[in-house]
């Protein structure tokens, strides 16, 4: 059983940054490729951003591109998002989720996910 604990969500004014972290329990934590996932009140779960198990990969959603970056240490067993330049419609419940296979930015593959922490930004 893996589980994974976010942090760093909160309030921020529409231009602002916050820094999401993603701290994850596995021992095999460097053979999961892990994912943020968001959701909205009243929408469906939606991909955000991936990183492959070494990190040397991500991709990202057009919705977030240029302005999201994801990252890992994989030493710290921790998964990072910063977000950048953050616009009223990135409110949200943001999740992180852990798979062990390769990337993916289906939810439904991922078999591990956080509790979730909110992100609200203001206009």
């Known amino acids: 059983q893996v589980v994974l604990v976010e942090s760093g969500g909160g309030l921020v004014q529409a231009g602002g940054s916050l820094r999401l972290s993603c701290a994850s329990s596995?021992?095999?934590?460097?053979?999961?490729?892990m994912g943020w996932f968001r959701q909205a009140p009243g929408k469906e779960r939606e991909f955000v951003s991936m990183?492959?198990?070494?990190?040397?990969?991500?991709n990202y959603a057009d919705s977030v591109k240029a302005r999201f970056t994801i990252s890992r240490d994989n030493i710290k067993n921790t998964v990072y998002l910063q977000m950048d330049s953050l616009k009223p419609e990135d409110t949200a419940v943001y999740y992180c989720?852990?798979?062990?296979?390769?990337?993916?930015?289906?939810?439904?593959?991922?078999?591990?996910w956080g509790q979730g922490t909110q992100v609200t930004v203001s206009s």
């Open positions: 989720a852990a798979r062990t296979g390769p990337m993916s930015n289906i939810a439904h593959d991922y078999e591990y």
């Open positions: 596995a021992r095999t934590f460097s053979r999961n490729t």
């Open positions: 990183i492959s198990r070494s990190g040397a990969s991500t």
